[in-house]
């Protein structure tokens, strides 16, 4: 990492300003590093006004790993659901390794490294969000065969209008996200507005299956994949964005600080 050195100083370009210990003469020793305001909001998607943790000036950042993850499991999803290539609902079925391992693992494990460095907002989403692929593994996973648990399997009424109402709550849950994304940047709350929309979507779309209104539903489907692929175009620029700034490209890509702007905090 380029650095400068000037006394007992050394300027780390992505992280700031370090001071050596006084008797730190190892050549194997990391001093600890700090963050600027701006840093800590474009890394680690937190509020500027919020002072850094002496766990996140030391650690690296698990925020890449948590949008990758659902962006692997998010946009294949919205492509099948889309029909995108012949494909439709039912292709779900080749997602389910996908599911568990990128999507759940992915997403627990970063969600869990983000409450270690004191992340809650981001830590919340990851580990909600982890926990949704995973129930979508299980759902689609044919070694469960949770549909085969009523008459007319993935057609009865009563499977498909407990997916409404598992959908449903999720557009609740991203709602609430979305207003707590305006204390962040404009990307994040792109992202949670549009999965509001897609998880209305949803619900709707397999109300109508219930009903047996199946040409209504599949057009409700594909309007969720429309409003999955407007998060995926946010989360593909914030990943890039995030990677950009961890590697000190010398490009950056804006994210729209929201944290000195709406709600602000008062002191």
Request: proline share 5%; hydrophobic share 45%.
């Amino acid at each position: 990492m380029p650095t400068s050195t000037s006394g007992n100083n050394v300027n780390d370009i992505e992280k700031g300003p370090i001071q050596h210990l006084e008797n730190s003469h190892s050549t194997h020793y990391r001093p600890p590093i700090q963050l600027s305001p701006e840093q800590y909001e474009q890394l680690f998607l937190q509020p500027r006004d919020r002072a850094p943790s002496s766990l996140t000036i030391r650690f690296g950042n698990p925020t890449a790993i948590g949008i990758i993850s659902h962006l692997l499991s998010l946009t294949p999803t919205a492509a099948y659901l889309m029909r995108w290539g012949g494909a439709d609902a039912t292709s779900l079925v080749t997602m389910v390794g996908p599911y568990y391992f990128i999507g759940g693992l992915g997403l627990v494990l970063s969600g869990v490294m983000e409450w270690v460095l004191g992340n809650s907002f981001p830590s919340v989403v990851f580990i909600s969000f982890g926990g949704f692929w995973l129930s979508l593994g299980t759902l689609n996973d044919p070694e469960h065969n949770i549909a085969g648990a009523y008459a007319n399997g993935s057609a009865a009424l009563a499977y498909n209008d407990g997916l409404m109402f598992y959908f449903a709550f999720w557009a609740v849950t991203c709602t609430v996200y979305f207003i707590v994304s305006l204390r962040t940047n404009v990307v994040f709350a792109i992202i949670f507005a549009s999965l509001i929309f897609t998880f209305v979507c949803l619900a709707v779309g397999y109300a109508r299956i219930g009903d047996g209104n199946t040409d209504s539903a599949f057009d409700w489907l594909k309007a969720a994949g429309a409003c999955a692929w407007v998060c995926i175009c946010a989360a593909w620029y914030l990943i890039v964005s995030l990677l950009f700034a961890a590697v000190e490209m010398p490009y950056t890509l804006p994210l729209g600080d929201f944290s000195g702007r709406v709600f602000r905090r008062r002191r």
